[in-house]
């Protein structure tokens, strides 16, 4: 920190519009950075709040498979016939939307 003030002063006495810089420079990587990452966050969580039975997901991992009973901190998938896993809510994923052009195929 004192490095910081050494430095300020060497720039004759401009210190004021450094700091100014610095924090501006601190808000717009808080912008850019945080922001977004809480926002995704925040999808997720209700996303995972809000899963019934039925409902299609996907693993981390990359299974897929079919919402067969929800608790509160797992969910039991199926994901074959007759096969039922019990997962943590927090490895569970949307499944993502496919395009209307891939769709076709």
């Known amino acids: 920190m004192n490095n910081l003030f050494i430095l ?25 950075m945080v922001r977004p990452q809480q926002k995704q966050a925040k999808k997720e969580r209700e996303f995972r ?9 996907s693993f981390s991992g990359g299974i897929y498979g079919k919402v067969h009973e929800v608790a509160e ?9 007759g096969v039922v896993v019990t997962v943590e809510k927090s490895m569970v994923q949307p499944i993502p939307e496919q395009p209307a052009a891939n769709a076709k195929k």
């Open 49 to 57: 709040e809000q899963l019934k039975k039925g409902d299609r997901v």
């Open 73 to 81: 901190h797992t969910i039991d998938v199926e994901i074959a016939n």
């Open 8 to 32: 300020l002063q060497a720039q004759g006495g401009g210190g004021g519009s450094m700091l100014i810089w610095l924090i501006l420079i601190f808000v717009v990587m808080w912008l850019l």
